[in-house]
């Protein structure tokens, strides 16, 4: 694998040179480097681009990481990955993207996952996404496609922090009786950047319950569109959150959508749109920070 | 350490709500302000600490003129301000407010030093956030930490006992007291309690927009109380305000 593709891979996915588990490098639209361990087992499609990755029952949180990587311009990349994640087990999962251009060509990856998680099976998802380079323009959209069954839990955590001028972000969830899924999404736009990011959540058996919380900053002239749907056809409990902070030029629009298809489907939706506080400013400023200094700190914090 | 002379200040709707104010509070002793609701002592705070301007008027830290400094360079100046209403940050743990108010990264030991003089375990507290999740009466402990932790010399705090109960109350007091002690530090207090006033060592009562009574608190404590009796519920003194 090439130099920016290990950068990409520390900042993206804890690499140090090595990984603990199973693991898979995808740089530029083939894989770079691949390993599977005993418990967990990496194949390469066949006929299509991507990986199925069959995470067994028994298999006690190992780190499985398939990050992938794009690092020039003229690339649009497009890969399937199929997660099936055994009875029981216990994985996290770290996926995450780098998009890189420096020869004013474009530059896009877009990965379409799902997850197929049996009863009883408890993931981490951790994906981040982030561009670098000159000022070509660089796409990352993202697919979700998540399937928890009886009593299985999936706690995914999602950012895109800078770099990225066009996303396209897809989450789509169906929960069983028990599922538990708890989506944290965390978003930065500048400049002319554009993301939509879009949730669409299924809850079909008693007692599942998701809980979708998306903090986004959006400035300069930066546009953000967030959408989710939460459909309650059980006895069920749903929270979603959206919270943007718009500095600038930038719009942000929410549109979020639930539906009770069962009385006992109990569902809540909170969003707050807006500048950052006046009141959390002084309240920095008299501690000694600068009005530059209280805005950067409550930006990171909110998106931390 | 601080003086205000002749302070003007009248709400958006033009309501005059300081009349020319003046006062002075010495270093190395504890001033409480008091008075009515409604009286103007948040206000005097905020113009003190450059949240709000004078309409006229001219406000002095250890003689330099400060009225045209705003609030960053008053705090930098040493100006620490715990707010009546705390505020609160989605995503700011109580540590690193902390470390923002001192200026510095702290251990874990002077983090859990600075909570504990306000009622709160470091260990519980330290990592939480400073957000809804946080009590009333979390929150006003956790803001005047941040004022605790501040390296300043003036230390303004607008009705610190609001939410405190009565047990981490007296470790307050004896933060007051120990801050009191430092002959190179001023400690203002706007207070209603009868336990705050009565460490004071001069109290200051601020009614219809000027200051209508001030004097050392054995002086001026008699009077407070005696006007108002007691508590039908309870039975407890209370002072009330002309
Ligand atoms: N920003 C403001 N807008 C309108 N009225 C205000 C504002 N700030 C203070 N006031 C008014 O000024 C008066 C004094 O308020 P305040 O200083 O909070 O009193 P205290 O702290 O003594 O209870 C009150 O009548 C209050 O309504
Ligand atoms: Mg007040």
Redesign the pocket.
């Known amino acids: 694998m090439n130099s920016i593709t290990g950068k990409f891979l520390e900042t993206l996915a804890g690499w140090k040179g090595t990984f603990s588990g199973a693991y898979s490098v995808r740089e530029n639209g083939s894989c770079a480097e691949m390993r599977s361990t005993p418990f967990v087992e990496i194949t390469p499609k066949s006929g299509l681009s991507g990986l199925d990755i069959r995470i067994l029952p028994g298999c006690r949180g190992e780190v499985v990481a398939v990050p992938a990587c794009v690092t020039q311009g003229g690339i649009d990349d497009l890969a399937y990955n199929d997660f099936y994640v055994g009875a029981g087990a216990e994985a996290t999962i770290i996926a995450g993207c780098g998009v890189h251009t420096e020869n004013g060509e474009p530059a896009r990856h877009s990965g379409i996952h799902r997850f197929f998680l049996e009863p009883g099976a408890k993931v981490k998802y951790i994906e981040k996404h982030l561009g670098t380079g000159d000022a070509s323009p660089r796409a990352i959209d993202p697919e979700t496609v998540i399937q928890l069954g009886e009593g299985a839990q999936l706690e995914m955590d999602t950012a895109q922090l800078g770099g990225v001028d066009r996303a396209d972000r897809r989450t789509k969830a169906v929960l069983g009786a028990g599922a538990r899924l708890v989506i944290r999404e965390r978003l930065l736009t500048e400049g002319q950047q554009q993301a939509k990011s879009d949730f669409v959540v299924q809850m079909d058996g008693e007692g599942a319950a998701v809980d979708l919380v998306s903090r986004s900053v959006a400035r300069g002239d930066s546009r953000q569109s967030f959408r989710s749907q939460i459909t309650g056809n059980a006895p069920c409990t749903g929270h979603s959150e959206c919270d943007a902070l718009v500095d600038g030029n930038a719009k942000v629009d929410a549109t979020p959508m639930l539906s009770a298809n069962h009385p006992d489907a109990a569902l809540i939706h909170e969003a707050a749109i807006g500048k950052i506080a006046g009141e959390q400013i002084v309240k920095l400023r008299t501690l000694g920070l600068t009005q530059e200094e209280a805005e950067a700190e409550i930006v990171r914090g909110f998106l931390e | 350490m601080l003086e205000l002379r002749d302070i003007k200040w009248s709400?958006?709707?033009g309501?005059r709500?300081l009349d020319g104010v003046d006062l002075t509070v010495k270093s190395g002793g504890l001033t409480v302000i008091t008075?009515?609701?409604?009286?103007?002592?948040?206000?005097?705070a905020k113009l003190v600490a450059g949240v709000e301007a004078p309409e006229s008027g001219r406000i002095l830290l250890d003689g330099d003129d400060i009225t045209g400094l705003d609030v960053t360079q008053r705090a930098r100046k040493g100006v620490c301000f715990a707010f009546?209403q705390p505020v609160r940050f989605k995503g700011i743990p109580v540590r690193r407010l902390l470390e923002l108010a001192a200026g510095e990264s702290l251990t874990e030991v002077q983090v859990c030093a600075l909570l504990n003089q306000v009622g709160l375990c470091g260990q519980e507290y330290m990592g939480r956030q400073v957000d809804a999740s946080l009590s009333g009466g979390e929150i006003k402990r956790v803001e005047i930490a941040t004022v605790l932790a501040r390296p300043g010399k003036l230390f303004l705090f607008?009705e610190p006992e609001a939410g405190i109960d009565l047990w981490s109350f007296s470790g307050l007091i004896s933060a007051f007291q120990s801050l009191r002690d430092r002959r190179d530090k001023a400690l203002l207090l706007?207070s209603h309690q009868e336990r705050i006033l009565e460490i004071a060592d001069e109290i200051i009562v601020?009614s219809g927009g000027k200051v209508a009574q001030r004097g050392p608190a054995p002086e001026i404590l008699p009077q407070l109380m005696g006007k108002g009796g007691h508590c039908a519920d309870c039975g407890k003194r209370k002072a009330v305000f002309a």
Not at chain 2, 35 to 44: A, D, F, H, I, V
Request: glycine fraction near 22%; hydrophobic fraction near 25%.
């Open positions: 709400a958006p709707d309501t709500v008075g009515p609701n409604g009286g103007g002592k948040t206000t005097l009546q607008d706007i601020l």
